[in-house]
């Protein structure tokens, strides 16, 4: 089956370490975007790649990195400089197609707490 | 710039009554708007589009959403909810020739239907 898969479910980060999230797609999408979810505050976008080898920052990309060496794999590193990164975090993806698109991939998500 | 507003987080109806979620949204020219649906602990799930054409867009799980260009708003119905219709919704916009612009998203309303 097709989809997008994020790794792990649940993830617990130490204060001053980094963490790294996994969002693999085999779906042949071209686009891959990560997103923060924040209760009340819908859905905030991170970082989003349209081409291997290219990211674009979003809304709130301070704290974070990511890379696109491959077009199915889009990991995002949270890094100690995010002071506040208790989140449940969103993958997804699409195809550069038109206005034929149904939109976004979404993964299950990984929520990440600091202990 | 895009945006989107879902003036309610939640939104309470009795099982069997219509139901029908809020959404406006600003964007430059025309809109393309989407519906998405989460559950707890999921990521989220396409139920529907508006690109041109109808006004009144159908998409799964018996949902419908009606475009009005004059009120630029795009609410989400459904004649008859369901218990399990219970979850997060979300409305999402971009420009219809934007290129691959990232979707902005709602906040999100949470609806509860009532046994």
């Known amino acids: 089956d097709g989809g997008i898969t994020q790794s792990p479910k649940y993830l617990f980060r130490k204060e001053g370490q980094n963490v790294t999230l996994s969002c693999e797609q085999n779906?042949?999408?071209?686009?891959m975007y990560w997103y923060r979810q924040d209760p009340g505050q819908g859905l905030r976008l991170i970082y989003y790649?349209?081409?291997?080898?290219?990211?674009q920052k979003g809304d709130i990309a301070e704290g974070y990195s990511v890379s696109r060496e491959k077009k199915e794999s889009f990991p995002l590193t949270v890094t100690s400089a995010q002071k506040n990164p208790t989140a449940f975090y969103l993958c997804?993806?699409?195809?550069?197609?038109?206005?034929?698109?149904?939109?976004?991939?979404f993964g299950s998500g990984t929520r990440l707490t600091v202990v | 710039a895009q945006s989107v507003a879902q003036p309610e987080d939640q939104v309470n109806v009795a099982e069997g009554n219509p139901l029908t979620v809020k959404c406006t949204y600003s964007?430059?020219?025309?809109?393309?708007l989407f519906w998405y649906v989460q559950y707890p602990n999921r990521g989220l799930q396409f139920l529907l589009k508006?690109?041109?054409?109808?006004?009144l867009v159908k998409g799964s799980y018996g949902f419908e959403a009606e475009f009005n260009k004059s009120q630029t708003s795009f609410h989400l119905k459904k004649p008859s909810a369901l218990v399990s219709d219970s979850a997060l919704y979300f409305c999402?916009?971009?420009?219809?020739?934007?290129?691959?612009?990232?979707?902005?998203f709602g906040k999100g309303t949470r609806l509860s239907v009532i046994a």
């Open positions: 997804a993806s699409t195809p550069l197609t038109g206005p034929g698109d149904n939109g976004y991939t």
């Open positions: 779906l042949n999408h071209d686009a």
């Open positions: 790649s349209q081409i291997v080898n290219d990211f």
């Open positions: 964007v430059s020219g025309n809109p393309y």
């Open positions: 508006y690109i041109t054409g109808d006004n």
């Open positions: 999402a916009v971009r420009a219809l020739n934007s290129g691959n612009t990232p979707l902005v």
